[in-house]
């Protein structure tokens, strides 16, 4: 590495935007210590209700953010974050970000939000569009559909189904609903790369969002013939993305004077070309080796690994050349629901007594019922559940599917219950991993990320489960930490990405081993996920979409009682 | 009828033997009002845990009862009704009874109870075997598996399976644990034929008792060969039980001076033969036809009905001739969970916010979450669940399979699962209604007896998902009212049952009539419940079985976590 240890110690700084706010690390370029860290939330947070701009109601399933946001993190966590560590701003050598995605705004060519458009302001179509932004389902059932019938080459590299969470969906959806504002945006762009843009003044376009959110595949966008079929106008949205991809760990630019002047960052640094949350993870967790799986395991469960080989991995999100790291294949694949269903559990299905009891040991109801379910045998609960409370992405990507607990009887209590749900989410991991070694991808390791690593119970089923070790990863702010490791390359601190994350990477290696009776005991356990899972979720009884179908035709205009 | 109006007006007397206690009613002749009732508890209860004469522990599944807390009914609940109903005791014409069943003692020739000689005091086997003792179920099975080896006639008439609650299952543990209490039983009968002999002092045996748990079947019980193929020593158990059979509403005796002295009642007074409280329910509610199908729901269930002809109905607990009401075909199904699933879900699973609300507004938490499941539309939860609980007894007849519950969603609400929960017990009765229809066996109407008739939305549930109006019995105090019915007619005061049913019997016909839409919608819900009812029940996916497998391997020493 270049740093001389014998000067002022070097820093960068990593930027985490969330889902309601931004997160700033200073973080010490040598080791990767963490020394200063600020939050801060954004005025707007999620626009789901009513644009604040005219009062007007939004309809259902949308999600804005306002972009202006996004600048005032760099205006108040940034300074706040470089307060808090003691260390010179001088010290700080670059900065880079990751972000939610796909995020996504309109934009003129000088990167200006048309929102920010006083004749805009008005128009929720001139805003951010958030990841969860889910009014473009019947465009995105259009993509898929016409991908699949025009056989699309793509379509394989997303588990045959586009979200309609992503790029195409959301422009598709502007166009059709908005079209004075897809034509005047001259730019459609990420806001991970458009914060970028704000921070070194030019427009810049990662490898990770062109690739895992704009199906951008061997150096093309979907064809014009095929946008066209879409809708004739739709082509155009091609003029508004296109732009020559940046690899991960890159020097977007420099941090220019209004830059600066915002954060209070020395002008003229390096800033690293953008990321993704997830997927700037693994090099925080020195986790980038093929076969290391990383999950980031939170309300949903995100996987990320390299692999050596490009294989069409049934279900995944996508896998895109360089999209993690430069050199391999980065594979995405997900889990719909993990700790929010948990959270559900918990929330509406536990008694009185427990919760009491909780409060009186003053632990949380998930610790006491981890607690009590850590004593009993595997099987002792005579259940078994699917994880499909929020739908399944991998490997069947299905959002209809809908959850089931089987095995039930008058003896069973809520630790029972509590274990079959983190079971059942560990069988779900174990059978995206089973299809990436079915594809001929294989997964030697997990490393653990995210805020579910707390629970200690949790982590030594997912090792039994899946029957291999678990490694976690060591900091609490994995995102940061990795936009910082790319900020660092980006100023030329280390040779690449992996250098970096090898000595800035904070990983405790094999942390749950897992036990062999167990892990037996779990195969039985399992067989009998997998047979429910088949036939619940490959059309052999589609009650779980039949009862869907029911319940929204009955809650549009059902009798009572 | 031969009461004259102008004397003093005649009563008699119904005593329900139930588990926990025995209940007296004195009810007039005339018209079948309920002038006074009490209760006694039996001192002993339930003997499941330790023998109290020895302090000794029983094994797992045990359930004992000391048959002198039935005197004590007698010695005190008898007086206290009559003097609670203000009425002379002369005034009684009769008395009746209805008891658990099977409940079984070990007797001598002159009704003695083994447990009662002081030298067999402190042997388990010596006392009753209340009908919950389920510790002969390896003996059933070896019943049932000879049964059908053997190809004997009246498996099929107890669709295909004997209970271990059954004569001959409790017998035979008898024989094979503790064969000097076997050989010394001069008699093996049934609780309520021994307290007709209390109170008459001529032993009796009802057609009811034997025909349902004798398997007296044609004028006859299995044969010697056979039950010498289960033990060579078995047969003998037949010179035990064997003694004419006397109908329902006959006449067994007069009270004898020893019972008159217990009683308070006049001496010589009919004593009617011996019934079982679910079957004397029928002529309480005046529903004794055939095709009114009665339901005894309560923590489960019980379907007793009259039919025309014989016919066997897949999954039935019995069919008897005589054995509800002379001159029929006696019906009888059950479903092992219904209220008890309902209170294990509102013990076990409903969050402290409902507890809350419902104290707040002065309701039961099964009121509070009946009113807001009330305001859904059917189908509205989009959930439907299996009722097995508790295992399912009509029409699969299989103790081993358990409850699921498929649709949930992270938007799942406690109302939703309760409602999906009482309408499981419905899908479970209609499923039993079909069997009786597929079979020939035509059920025109439903009439509801026991606790849960007063929750209004789940008889309106049960008149939907069947399609068919529902009656409901004008008692609540249905077997001591059908006990005190039988009284009658051995007394005298009724040529017949159905007559005096007809004068005695309380029922509101029509309460609930199925709403044409959504007996629709149900109908669409109820093919999925047969569809997962035949997928898990019939044999084609045996998770649960298997499941339980692992449960009991786990608990008899698995490792933990």
């Known amino acids: 590495m270049n740093v001389n240890a014998h000067r002022e110690s070097p820093h960068v700084i990593g930027i985490d935007f969330g889902t309601l706010s931004g997160r700033a690390v200073v973080v010490r370029v040598a080791d990767g210590a963490e020394v200063g860290t600020a939050v801060h939330e954004y005025a707007s947070g999620v626009i789901d209700d009513v644009l604040p701009a005219t009062g007007a109601a939004l309809p259902p399933d949308w999600a804005l953010q306002d972009p202006d946001d996004y600048r005032e993190v760099l205006r108040h966590a940034v300074p706040a974050a470089l307060a808090a560590s003691g260390v010179p701003a001088s010290s700080v050598i670059g900065v880079g970000i990751d972000f939610t995605a796909c995020t996504v705004l309109p934009a003129l060519a000088d990167g200006t939000p048309l929102c920010e458009l006083p004749e805009l302001r008005g128009r929720p179509h001139a805003y951010t569009k958030l990841w969860k932004h889910h009014a473009a389902q019947r465009h995105a059932d259009r993509i898929n559909a016409l991908a699949h019938e025009r056989k699309e080459p793509w379509i394989g590299r997303y588990g045959g189904k ?20 897809f034509a005047r ?14 921070l070194c003044g030019v427009e810049t376009r990662n490898v990770c969002t062109a690739g895992y959110k704009a199906v951008y595949q061997d150096g093309r966008y979907p064809s014009r013939d095929y946008l066209a079929a879409l809708n004739p106008a739709f082509p155009a949205v091609l003029d508004k993305i296109d732009h020559p991809q940046s690899p991960l760990g890159a020097r977007a630019g420099g941090l220019t004077a209004e830059a600066a002047a915002w954060t209070g960052l020395p002008e003229g640094i390096a800033v690293a070309v953008a990321n993704v949350d997830a997927h700037v993870t693994p090099p925080a967790a020195n986790a980038i080796a093929p076969g290391q799986l990383l999950l980031v395991m939170g309300t949903s469960t995100c996987h990320v690994m390299n692999g050596e080989i490009l294989a069409e991995v049934p279900g995944m999100c996508g896998v895109v050349r360089d999209g993690i790291t430069s050199g391999s294949w980065g594979y995405e694949a997900g889990q719909s629901g993990v700790g929010d269903i948990f959270a559900w559990y918990v929330d509406h299905a536990v008694p009185p007594s427990y919760v009491e009891r909780a409060a009186q040991r003053g632990m949380s109801v998930h610790e006491l019922l981890s607690e009590e379910s850590a004593a009993q045998p595997v099987g002792a609960h005579g259940l078994v559940a699917l994880d499909w409370n929020n739908g399944n992405r991998s490997v069947l990507v299905d959002h209809e599917l809908s959850g089931l607990i089987v095995g039930l009887t008058l003896a069973t209590r809520p630790p029972d219950i509590y274990r079959a749900l983190l079971e059942s989410t560990a069988f779900g991991t174990r059978t995206i991993v089973e299809a990436f070694e079915s594809a001929g991808v294989p997964v030697t390791e997990l490393v653990i990320a995210g805020g579910l690593l707390k629970n200690a119970f949790l982590m030594q089923i997912y090792a039994d489960v899946v029957n291999r070790p678990l490694s976690i990863i060591g900091s609490e702010q994995g995102p940061a930490l990795g ?45 009998e996920y997998r047979l429910l899972h088949d036939y619940f979720g490959r059309g052999t009884n589609d009650v779980m979409h039949r009862l869907r179908t029911f319940r929204n035709q009955a809650r549009a205009g059902g009798q009572t009682s």
């Open 162 to 181: 586009i979200s309609s969470e992503w790029q195409f969906a959301k422009a598709l959806q502007l166009l059709e609903e908005d079209p004075e504002i």
């Open 185 to 198: 945006a001259q730019r459609w762009i990420e806001a991970a790369d458009w914060i970028i843009w704000q």
């Open 483 to 527: 936009s910082a490791i790319h900020a660092a390359v980006a100023a030329g601190a280390y040779p690449d990405v992996p250098a970096a994350a090898k000595a800035m990477g904070k990983v405790h290696r094999n942390v749950y081993l897992p036990d062999p009776d167990r892990a037996y005991a779990y195969d039985a356990l399992y067989a």
